[in-house]
């Protein structure tokens, strides 16, 4: 059982930087891929960065590709989404999940492949 708790998120203007958190309880995290999803209001929940359980590969929406970094910090049991050059599309609320393949080696980037999910945390991207 993995609980995964976000946070980080808030109000920031176009081209400003936020970083998200997420904090896993639980002893077997670092056997885990995880991602990060985000969905705005009225539309689908979708991929926007994932992890493999060592952090030796990561994979990335096209959308966000050269602005968002994805790392993890297994001893600390959290993986964070650093996002720069925010944009107002960028608004949502931003979920990690933990996937169902532990020590997998890829990253899957539909939402049935995870298992576990956060709460999720506010982003919004004023102009």
């Known amino acids: 059982q993995v609980q995964l708790v976000e946070s980080g998120g808030g109000l920031v203007q176009a081209g400003g930087s936020l970083r998200l958190s997420c904090a896993a309880s639980?002893?077997?995290?670092?056997?885990?891929?995880m991602a990060w999803f985000r969905q705005a209001p009225g539309k689908e929940r979708e991929f926007v960065a994932g992890?493999?359980?060592?952090?030796?590969?990561?994979k990335y929406a096209d959308s966000v590709k050269g602005r968002f970094t994805i790392s993890r910090d297994n001893a600390r049991d959290t993986v964070y989404l650093e996002m720069n050059s925010l944009k107002p599309e960028d608004t949502g609320v931003y979920y990690c999940?933990?996937?169902?393949?532990?020590?997998?080696?890829?990253?899957?980037?539909?939402?049935?492949?995870?298992?576990?999910w956060g709460q999720g945390t506010q982003v919004t991207v004023s102009s």
């Open positions: 999940a933990a996937d169902y393949a532990r020590w997998s080696d890829s990253v899957h980037s539909t939402i049935n492949e995870y298992e576990y």
């Open positions: 639980g002893r077997t995290f670092n056997s885990y891929p």
């Open positions: 992890i493999i359980w060592n952090g030796d590969n990561t």
